[in-house]
């Protein structure tokens, strides 16, 4: 008898423990906290995704450091918008298989404003996006997300390269918006600044999308700036050591880079990559500067040389299936991007690792599922 109340106790139990949903939840500057908050519960055409894999965006870091910009004090948030999971439960969506791995858009947006008509919804007038109030991302267990916002993934691709489909989109929209204004990339200096995970993939990525003369990258970081080189960077400078504008002059016999893509979002790189511009040439602007409500840049030398700037906004839907082909073939190289794991108890340390550029931090992954 006595046996029976134990064993029916401990299956309650493991019933009320698997409907515990394990999530990090971002209080304010540097205070994220582990508590359990509610399965979510599915509406029509919304599916389940089991949160297996979420890398920690830069964007994320300069939120997690000085706050969610714009956000009444007292916004609890969970962060989380480079989504890789599996689906739990389709709900009413016929066209998903339980257990699929799958990358998620994050973003929720209306398809029923001018912009989403017009294919633009990362323009969306009524637009959320996960990770930001009021949507949570995806650093918990669970989450559901419109069944628009799933791409199945194939089977083979190795773990984690779901997340990372997300930033790879973010850099197919920023290359589709370069050369809507700069045209093709063929025999043009293109420089990028900055060599985070953004800048690496859009230097391997450029050669897919045209025959550049010369990819030049500026980072501060030189375990950066090397990985810049074996993906295939011509021109490496560190603006600590090289006087960029020199050195970009140097490179271009005194003729300044053709296009620039801002994906830093430091300060002051905004000003550099006027500087190193040619006259009638192009900065796309990928980079968000979180601590700043503008970005400087001397309209007095842009004006002069007559420069086009292109604000890059997130990415489309039709990103996705592109991403996912480009990450899946080995075009695009996710995987050496990665170069630390956690469990989710352990992400302040994660954020910490990724703030101070500690250990050689690069792409950092949240496991929501795996025990510490
Ligand atoms: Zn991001
Ligand atoms: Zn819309």
Known sequence: MLTFFVIAWMTLLKEFQNKLNKSAILYGPKDIRIEDTPMPILNSDEVLIKSTDVSICATEVKYWYYGIPNAPKGTK?????????????????????????????????????????????????????????????????????????????????????????????????????????????????????????????????????GSPRMICVLELLLYRLKMAERFGADVLINPNLDKSIEAIMDVTKGLGADIVFEVSGDFEAYQIASNISKPAGSIIIVGIPVDQDYIPIKSIIARRAGLALKFVRRFNPKDFPQAIELIASGKVNVIDLISHKFPIEEISQAFELLHQHLDNALKVIIHPHQES
Request: aromatic share 6%; with cysteine.
């Open 77 to 209: 948030i969970i962060q989380g918008h480079e989504l890789g999971g599996i689906i739990e439960d389709i709900g009413s969506c016929q066209n998903f298989e339980k257990s699929m791995r799958v990358a998620v858009d994050p973003s929720i947006w209306c398809g029923i404003c001018d912009m989403c008509i017009n294919g633009i919804s990362n323009l969306c007038r009524n637009l959320q996006f996960m990770s930001l109030p009021p949507v949570d991302g995806g650093f918990q267990q669970f989450y559901k997300v419109p069944s628009k916002n799933v791409h199945p993934i194939p089977s083979d691709i190795p773990p984690d390269c779901a997340s990372m489909v997300e930033p790879v989109c973010v850099v197919l929209n920023a290359i589709s918006d370069a050369k809507k204004i700069s045209g093709s990339f063929d025999d043009k200096v293109i420089a990028i600044v900055g060599a985070g995970s953004l800048g690496l993939i859009l230097t391997q990525a450029l050669r897919l999308y």
